[in-house]
C-alpha cells in the first residue's frame, strides 16, 4: 500500500540485542544529562551559592559529549556558556589563553555544523564565542577570528550554496568586519562581497539567498562610493542585462523575485529606497516599455509560463502609476494577459477574478 506517494513498508521488529543496546544509550545519555546538570545546572537548595558549582576542564567534556549526542539542548548549550564565562573571567588569563580557550571552541563545533548544519543553536553559540572575542581580546586579534570565519563559510557555502543560514551567518559577519576595520577596509569588504555574490549566482542561477544578498549590496555600494545618478543608472543598466541573461529558464521563480525587486526602482512610491531614486517620468515610462517588449520576446516557446504573464501585468501597472493612469489601450492589453494567467494558474482563479474587478477602478 502507499500513502502519499510513498510506499509503505512492514516495520522490522528489532531483536532483544538491539533493544538492549538502544535501551543502555538512552540511559547513558540520561546519565550524562543528570550530571551535567547537577553540576552546572539552576540550584534547588535556596542557600546553594555560585562556588558550589563545577567549572571544571571536566564538566566541559560532559557538556560536549551530551552536546554531541543532541545539539538540539538548547539549555545545554547556555551550560556551555557559564563554564566559559567562569574561565574567561579568571584574572591570570592572558589575552593569548583566551584566544586559545575561544579558537578549541570554534573547533569543537565544526563537526556539528557538518552534522547539522540548520540547527539555530549551534550557529547562535558559535556567534556568541566570536562576541566574545570582541569584548575580551585586543582588536586585532578579535579581528582574526572574525576573518577566519569568514573563509570558514565560504567553505560551507560552497558545499551547501542555497543554505540559508549560512547566507544570513555571512551577512553578520561581514557587517561586523565592517564595523571593526577602516572605512577602507569595509568598502573592499562590500565590493568583494559583490563579487562573491555574482560568483554564486553563477554557479547556480536559482540560488535566491544569492540573489538577495546582491541587492543588499548594490544598494551599500552605491551609498559608500557616493554615486551619482549617471552611475546608479549604470548599474541599473548592468543589473537588467544580468537578470535578462539569467532569465533564459523563465520558470525559475527565484528569478522572478529579483527581476520584480528591480521594477521597483520604477515604481514611484517606492524608488527612494532604491538603486536609482532620481530617474525622469519619461525615463521610468521607457525603460518599463522596453522591458515590457523584452518580456514579451520570452513568450515565444513559454507560453506555458504564468511567471511572464505576471510580470507583463505588474509592469504596465507600473506605468500607469508613473504617469497616473491606466489607458484603455493598456487595460485591454492586461486582460488579455490576465485571460492567459488565469487558465495556468486555475487553484488561484478567485485572486484574478478579483484582481480583474480592480481595474474598472484604475
Request: proline letters at 3%; a negative charge.
Amino acid at each position: 500500500m502507499a500513502s502519499h506517494g510513498v510506499r509503505r513498508y512492514k516495520i522490522t521488529e528489532k531483536t532483544p540485542e538491539e533493544k538492549e543496546r538502544e535501551l543502555r544509550k538512552i540511559n547513558e545519555y540520561k546519565s550524562l544529562e543528570r550530571q551535567v546538570a547537577e553540576k552546572v545546572g539552576p540550584c534547588r537548595i535556596a542557600a546553594c551559592c555560585v562556588t558550589a558549582k563545577e567549572y571544571s576542564a571536566e564538566t566541559l567534556q560532559e557538556i560536549s559529549d551530551l552536546l554531541s549526542r543532541n545539539p538540539e539542548y538548547y539549555t545545554v548549550w547556555n551550560y556551555r556558556r557559564q563554564v566559559l564565562q567562569h574561565r574567561f573571567s579568571k584574572e591570570e588569563l592572558s589575552s593569548s589563553e583566551i584566544a586559545e580557550l575561544i579558537s578549541d571552541d570554534l573547533t569543537f563545533l565544526l563537526p556539528l555544523l557538518r552534522s547539522f548544519p540548520k540547527c539555530y543553536w549551534i550557529w547562535n553559540y558559535r556567534v556568541w564565542l566570536l562576541d566574545e572575542a570582541r569584548r575580551l581580546l585586543p582588536l586585532d586579534m578579535s579581528r582574526q577570528f572574525w576573518q577566519q570565519e569568514l573563509a570558514l563559510v565560504s567553505k560551507m557555502l560552497t558545499l551547501d550554496s542555497r543554505n540559508f543560514h549560512g547566507w544570513g551567518y555571512r551577512r553578520l559577519v561581514v557587517s561586523t568586519l565592517q564595523q571593526i576595520g577602516t572605512p577602507t577596509e569595509a568598502a573592499s569588504l562590500s565590493k568583494q562581497e559583490f563579487e562573491y555574490a555574482k560568483k554564486m549566482i553563477g554557479a547556480n542561477l536559482s540560488n535566491f539567498s544569492a540573489w538577495h544578498y546582491r541587492t543588499k549590496l548594490i544598494l551599500q555600494l552605491l551609498e559608500e562610493q557616493s554615486a551619482s545618478d549617471e552611475e546608479r543608472r549604470r548599474m541599473l543598466n548592468d543589473e537588467l542585462e544580468l537578470i535578462h541573461q539569467a532569465l533564459i529558464d523563465p520558470y525559475d521563480q527565484s528569478l522572478w523575485f529579483y527581476h520584480q525587486n528591480l521594477m521597483c526602482v520604477f515604481d514611484p512610491t517606492l524608488a527612494p529606497r532604491t538603486m536609482a531614486p532620481n530617474l525622469s517620468v519619461s525615463e521610468r515610462v521607457e525603460y518599463l516599455r522596453n522591458e515590457i517588449v523584452y518580456i514579451e520576446e520570452m513568450l515565444d516557446g513559454a507560453e506555458d509560463c504564468k511567471y511572464i504573464y505576471q510580470a507583463l501585468i505588474e509592469c504596465m501597472l507600473s506605468i500607469a502609476k508613473v504617469v497616473g493612469q491606466l489607458s484603455t489601450e493598456d487595460r485591454s492589453q492586461i486582460l488579455s494577459w490576465l485571460s492567459e494567467v488565469k487558465q495556468l494558474d486555475p487553484l488561484r482563479k478567485n485572486r484574478w477574478l478579483d484582481f480583474e474587478k480592480t481595474l474598472a477602478t484604475l
